[in-house]
T-cell receptor, first 113, second 112 residues
């Protein structure tokens, strides 16, 4: 186990709704990244937070937003859900924002109907 | 645009043989490359990291090579076991933050 926990593990939402996913990073890790993984594909980078500031962003629309808290836990918010948002959402924490391994949580499976 | 390609077809091998997985990339200059293992319904698990100035890295039964001229990494599992059956992902990153670009993954099936 990596020590990174995500909640909830599964979620079903209706198109147009909003969702908040949560991530507790491993102790001592100040960097959290979020990824979206569609079925049968590799994870796609959404954004990264370092010490409560957004540190980088992938090719995702503004309706994907996030927060990092002083204890380095993090939230991913998605507004105006679309069917294509159905995916496994992965949170990964790292000891710092440089080129070290990423410790992934088990993911949140989001289904939009 | 950046592209990272891994064999999309599953790789089936016999127990005890060496599995070799390929990761090719274009339009990218990575500072490092990582390999992850992912089991169904689980998050990826880190295996190895190799930097752009390194040619080869080993860890127990695992070996990774990195050729920045060919823009290719090879990932080897020697003496493969059924427990090695999983999807293997390669991921590239730059020095400006640990923001990874993943390939699509290759599913490995090791038969007893």
């Amino acid at each position: 186990e990596t020590g990174v926990t995500q909640s909830p593990t599964h979620l079903i939402k209706t198109r147009g709704q909003q969702v908040t996913l949560r991530c507790s990073s491993q102790s001592g890790h100040n960097t959290v990244s979020w990824y979206q993984q569609a079925l049968g594909q590799g994870p796609q980078f959404i954004f990264q937070y370092y010490r409560e500031e957004e540190n980088g962003r992938g090719n995702f629309p503004p309706r994907f937003s996030g927060l990092q808290f002083p204890n380095y836990s993090s939230e991913l918010n998605v507004n105006a859900l679309e069917l294509d948002d159905s995916a496994l959402y992965l949170c990964a924490s790292s000891p710092d924002s440089m080129n070290t391994e990423a410790f992934f949580g088990q993911g949140t499976r989001l289904t939009v109907v | 645009s950046q592209k990272i390609e891994q064999n999309s077809e599953a790789l089936n091998i016999q127990e005890g043989k060496t599995a070799t997985l390929t990761c090719n990339y274009t339009n990218y200059s990575p500072a490092y490359l990582q390999w992850y293992r992912q089991d169904p319904g689980r998050g990826p698990v880190f295996l190895l990291l190799i930097r752009e100035n390194e040619k080869e890295k080993r860890k127990e039964r695992l070996k990774v090579t990195f050729d920045t001229t060919l823009k290719q990494s090879l990932f080897h599992i020697t003496a493969s076991q059924p427990a090695d059956s999983a999807t293997y992902l390669c991921a590239l990153g730059r020095n400006a933050g640990n923001m990874l670009t993943f390939g699509g993954g290759t599913r490995l099936m090791v038969k007893p």
